[in-house]
């Protein structure tokens, strides 16, 4: 009877290391859907209807970059579209994919903010106190901003 080394440990731990972080990912995509919601209801009818036709959901991005992420296509769905010609120019390398693999573990933050940025663009920075209670405001701002080269 042959005993494990440390090689073959490594290589059945790498994959279940990532599918307990996918688990995990999984669960935080379903608390933000959660608080999309609750920043939907604290709008007014018509800012209600624009966010929930505009916000995106972090359980298709997810599969976005899982299935099609060597060819960016979470980037273009997140509206980054230069880093998704980027991905997709250089998908022929795999590196693309296996960054987007990796990125399928951070797409739930990604997609908060995201959706934090356009409720308070469609609400108005000051308009709803609750939003402004519910979103960290100056996280939102440094998204928005553009960055400097």
Do not use: C
């Not at 042959?2 to 790498?14: A, D, N, T």
């Not at 990125?103 to 933050?109: I, T």
């Amino acid at each position: 009877m042959r005993s494990i080394g440390i090689p073959e440990l490594i290589v059945m731990l790498i994959p279940l290391a990532f599918i307990t972080l996918l688990i995990y990912a999984t669960k935080r995509a379903k608390a933000v859907v959660l608080e999309g919601n609750e920043l939907a209801r604290d709008m007014t009818g018509g800012q209600r209807h624009l966010f929930e036709g505009s916000r995106k959901s972090p359980h298709s991005a997810m599969m976005f970059a899982f299935f099609l992420g060597d060819f960016g296509a979470h980037r273009f769905y997140l509206g980054q579209n230069g880093l998704g010609i980027l991905y997709a120019v250089f998908f022929w390398t795999f590196v693309p994919g296996i960054i987007a693999r990796i990125e399928v573990l951070l797409l739930p933050e990604r997609v908060r903010r995201y959706n934090q940025a356009l409720a308070l663009e469609i609400s108005g920075n000051e308009g709803h106190k609750s939003l402004n209670a519910l979103i960290d405001v100056e996280k939102v701002k440094e998204v928005l901003a553009p960055s400097a080269p």
